[in-house]
Structures are given as structure tokens and as C-alpha cells.
């Protein structure tokens, strides 16, 4: 029950994050602003959500996942309403980071949840799965947000479905725990005791597992986040020349990439977890391949095919992240699976945050300023990206050759006071809630 109302928290947050996106043309009319300025608006949010993702992973092994779910939603719901209500771009643009503010709050607490609630074996097929339902969830819903601002105005429309978003705070509130009947989470600090915040993350980012999942996730996962979220409409039909139809399908691949690959990637990840930095060199190998063939095509325009191929070849970015997820969290005490899963899922953002402005500035640069970009502003701009890709696979090559190897999850995540005791001292040993096998790790706090 905790779990599926996380997973409807992730489906609204994604359904926020990508509402400015059906509602461009109309936010442009009503702000009286040109395309190079809502793409601003995206790069805010994504900076406030790379920017908090540390900061909310302490938050979350302090307060628990079921306050921060219920923040999110709150300050989502605040954001949304400002959306509705701004009539200049300053007052938008603050609403749209305080929702890139409430979506970060999300996944980390659902994974906390997943953690938390299910077996070892579990975890990493339910974390693809909750990337799936989001994806879907955000997906289908918005044809209906489309008709609706089409039907019924800016206003009423933002201002409801913040409404619904501060309603769902009291179903999460209700039904999401921290932890199983009987159990509670560790301490912050572990056994011995409290730490501060500081500690806390120095003690997540000497695990080595922290660092891979980290530069994991900044290698495989930008390229997607890129195409998808700025610069790929622009690309396909100023560069490419399709038609905004025929562009928002190819945009739609990698979301059905997502929802299909999810899960057999969740299962691999549990089952087989020696094949995850494999497939991860794979997967950066092929997109820098496919981008190449695309950018380097002779003549005109790639053909469409070739195009839905590279849709569908960066769509593997992201069930290929949640691993570094997974790895963080496998290799990290109780205590500190949020910040260490912060800590990684901030790789994947601040890469490609990095990414969107290098681009913005290489096409900028390029291009007349007067005149739109064309295909060969487009080639060398798009091609600075694989710079970044490029850095991150040696940052993980370098990581992998010069830590130590890092041994599966093995850390109970919640505990079971001894029943002889009426309170929790500070000396008392940690009890499992469930068996779990662990060997020894070289490097372990």
C-alpha cells in the first residue's frame, strides 16, 4: 500500500515535470516570451533538482519517506499554483522550481520505501517498476492535460490540478509508513548514535558504491534527459526538418524504451548484477555510435528510421541509471541509503544540466543571430555532448580500476528492538528484521 502510493506521488510529480512541455505555445502567448525563454524554464527545473538531490537524500534518512513524500506534494501543489497565477515570466519561473524541488523529493523517498518494505531480492525489479509506472503515468496524462487547457483556459486547469495534488497529500499521509509493523529505521548516525549531517555524507561518499553509482549515472543517463526533455524537438524539426507530429513521436520512443526494458533491467540487476557495468559501457558505446551516424550523415537529413533508432538506443539511458541507484544503495548502511542514492542521482542531472548549456552556447555561437540554426549548427552543437560522455566513462573507468570491488546489499535496513528492553539504548546490538547473508566488504564505514 506504501509503496503504490509512493509510485502515484512519482506519476504526479512526472506529470508536473512535464506540463509546461503540452502547454508551451500557450505559455508563450501568455508571458509574451520566444522559445530560447521557456527553455529556460526547463533548465531551472532540472538545475533545482540536480542542485537539492544531496541535501534531500539527508532529508529523507532523517524524517523518513512518508514526510517527505508528503512535502513534496505540498510544495508541488505551491508551485503549480503559481504557475496558474503568474502572469510574468519571474513569478513561472519561480513556480517551476519549486516543483523541480518537490519532484526531487520523490524517488529517493520511494526507494527509501522499497528498501524499507521488501525483501533484497526485490528491490531492484521494484525500483524499474516504479520508473515504469511513473513513466507511463506521466505519459498518458498528457493528451487529457492537452484537451483540458484547450477546453477550459490556463487557470482553472494549473489551479485544479493543484488542488488534487494538496489533496493527495492526506492518501499519502494514510497509507505510506516508514517501516513494517514491529521495525523502525536506524538511527541517524547508526547504532552508536546521532551524526551530524556532515558526517553523514562523508561517511556515503567514501563507499566506493556511492562514487560508481554516481559516475554511472552521469555517463549513461544525460544523453536521454538532453534529447527528451530540450534540445531534441528543436533538433528534429529546425535540424532535421520533421514536421512537430512526426517530431513528438520520435520524442515518445524513448518513454516506451523505459516502459518495456524497465522491468527485464530490474531483473537483471537483481539476478545478475556482475552484468550491470558491462551493459552500462554498452549502452554509452552504442549512443555515442548512433549520435555519430546521425551527426555525420551525408547529405541532408538522417532518414526517419535512423532517427527512431537513435530515439530508441538513448532510451536504454534510463532503466541503464537506475542501476547506479541500485549499486549505491546495495553498498550503503541503513542509515544512509538516502544521501548515498542522492549523491548518485545527482550524477545523471548535473551531467546533463552540463550538457544543455554547452550546447545553448556552441549554437549560439555558431549561428546568426538573427536567423534560426540549421543542420550544420545543430551537428557541432549536438556533438559537444559526447565531450561530457566521453569524461564520464573515464571518471568510471578510472573509479572502477582504482577502488575496491564492492560486495552485493547486504545491510537490514530497519531493526527489531529486543523485546527485553523497554527502551532503545545507545550500546544495544543491531537486530536484523529479516536474515540476510552478508560478506565482508573491503571499504565498508
Not at 530508441?312 to 550503503?332: E, T
Not at 528492538?417 to 528484521?433: E, I, N, Q, T, Y
Request: charge should be positive; proline fraction near 8%.
Amino acid at each position: 500500500m506504501g509503496w503504490a502510493a509512493g509510485s502515484l506521488t512519482y506519476v504526479v510529480a512526472l506529470f508536473h515535470r512535464g506540463s509546461l512541455g503540452v502547454a508551451g505555445p500557450m505559455a508563450a502567448d501568455r508571458l509574451g516570451v520566444d522559445a530560447t525563454a521557456l527553455s529556460v524554464f526547463s533548465a531551472v527545473q532540472l538545475g533545482v533538482f540536480a542542485a537539492t538531490q544531496v541535501p534531500v537524500g539527508l532529508f529523507v534518512d532523517r524524517y523518513g519517506p512518508r514526510r517527505m513524500l508528503t512535502v513534496s506534494l505540498l510544495v508541488m501543489a505551491a508551485g503549480q499554483a503559481m504557475v496558474a497565477g503568474g502572469e510574468s515570466f519571474a513569478a513561472v519561473l519561480l513556480g517551476r522550481a519549486l516543483l523541480g524541488c518537490g519532484d526531487a523529493l520523490v524517488m529517493i523517498s520511494v526507494l527509501r520505501l522499497v528498501t524499507a518494505w521488501f525483501p533484497v531480492a526485490r528491490t531492484a525489479v521494484l525500483a524499474q517498476v516504479t520508473v515504469v509506472v511513473g513513466t507511463a503515468g506521466g505519459l498518458a496524462a498528457a493528451p487529457p492535460l492537452s484537451a483540458a487547457l484547450r477546453a477550459f483556459g490556463w487557470e482553472p486547469v494549473f489551479f485544479a490540478v493543484a488542488l488534487v495534488t494538496a489533496c493527495l497529500t492526506v492518501a499519502v499521509w494514510q497509507a505510506v509508513r516508514d517501516t513494517p509493523p514491529g521495525t523502525r529505521l536506524l538511527p541517524l548516525g547508526g547504532m552508536a548514535g546521532g551524526s551530524s549531517p556532515g558526517k553523514q555524507l562523508a561517511g556515503a561518499w567514501r563507499q566506493p558504491t556511492t562514487r560508481l553509482g554516481l559516475w554511472l549515472m552521469f555517463t549513461v543517463h544525460f544523453p536521454v534527459q538532453v534529447f527528451v526533455l530540450l534540445w531534441g524537438f528543436p533538433f528534429l524539426t529546425q535540424g532535421q526538418g520533421l514536421s512537430e507530429t512526426t517530431a513528438s513521436y520520435v520524442l515518445a520512443v524513448p518513454l516506451m524504451v523505459t516502459m518495456a526494458l524497465g522491468p527485464l533491467f530490474g531483473v537483471l540487476s537483481g539476478r545478475r548484477p556482475q552484468w550491470r557495468i558491462p551493459l552500462v559501457f554498452g549502452i554509452a558505446a552504442a549512443t555515442t555510435l548512433t549520435w555519430s551516424a546521425v551527426l555525420l550523415w551525408p547529405g541532408t537529413q538522417a532518414p526517419l528510421p535512423v532517427l527512431f533508432l537513435l530515439a530508441a538506443v538513448l532510451g536504454l539511458g534510463n532503466p541503464a541509471a537506475v542501476f547506479g541507484l541500485d549499486i549505491a544503495r546495495s553498498g550503503s548502511a541503513p542509515h544512509r541509503v538516502g544521501v548515498a542514492s542522492g549523491i548518485a542521482n545527482s550524477g545523471g542531472y548535473t551531467a546533463a544540466l552540463l550538457a544543455m548549456v554547452l550546447i545553448g552556447v556552441t549554437l549560439d555561437s555558431t549561428h546568426a543571430p538573427n536567423a534560426a540554426p540549421g543542420l550544420a549548427d545543430f551537428r557541432i552543437a549536438l556533438a559537444t555532448q559526447l565531450l561530457i560522455q566521453v569524461c564520464g566513462v573515464g571518471l568510471l573507468v578510472r573509479h572502477l580500476r582504482t577502488s575496491r570491488t564492492p560486495c552485493p546489499q547486504a545491510w537490514p535496513t530497519t531493526i527489531t528492538p529486543p523485546k527485553s528492553r523497554g527502551r532503545w539504548p545507545r550500546d544495544a546490538p543491531a537486530v536484523p528484521a529479516r536474515r540476510v547473508t552478508q560478506r565482508r566488504c573491503r571499504g565498508r564505514p
